[in-house]
């Protein structure tokens, strides 16, 4: 809605005195001396925040440096699971006892490598010394298990014509060598 026209307009002056002026002056003269201190409060502030980012990384790395062997080996234990799982619900394999074999050295190639993740890195908190020469023992026994199960499935597969859908049923288990498909 539009406003009315004012009826009467009033003039009001203030006068100052030469005291009155110079105090107006210094408050004048202090407000732009702050306006140049905020700007450097400002760019030291930025620079502040600037160094503590800086060693929020950094600090970062350090821990990803320090814990990355076993979080990596807990994703890919994690991932080689899921593998498994979806493995014994849409493929299982043929014959049982050597895809119950794959799996339990699938499973024990996790326990290892998460071990060896832990104890035999040096940069990892966790390193001792007596326990990775145990995983390394373990692991040599993973080794033979693991060959002897190759040559029961190039065994079991020989002269089959489905080696294909056999290859990607063990795939992942274990490590087992594909060459026996072929």
Not at 45 to 65: N, R, Y
Not at 110 to 134: G, Q, V
Request: aromatic share 10%.
């Amino acid at each position: 809605m539009p406003r009315r026209r004012p009826d009467v307009v009033h003039e009001y002056r203030i006068s100052l005195s030469d005291y009155e002026r110079s105090k107006v002056e210094e408050v004048a003269t202090l407000a732009k001396a702050n306006i140049a201190v905020d700007g450097i409060t400002n760019t030291f502030q930025a620079a502040g925040t600037a160094l503590a980012g800086t060693g929020a990384f950094l600090a970062g790395l350090v821990l990803l440096k320090w814990k990355a062997p076993e979080i990596i080996a807990d994703v890919t234990n994690t991932t080689n699971n899921l593998l498994d799982g979806f493995y014994d619900t849409f493929l299982p394999g043929t014959p049982i006892e050597y895809r119950r074999e794959a799996q339990r050295l699938a499973a024990e190639r996790s326990a290892i490598a998460t071990d060896e993740a832990a104890f035999c890195t040096f940069a990892a908190s966790t390193y001792d010394e007596a326990r990775c020469s145990a995983t390394n023992e373990r692991k040599e026994k993973y080794f033979q298990d693991r060959a002897l199960l190759n040559q029961l499935l190039r065994e079991a597969y020989k002269g089959r014509t489905y080696k294909g859908a056999a290859k990607f049923v063990y795939y992942g288990l274990g490590d087992v060598d594909p060459s026996w498909v072929e």
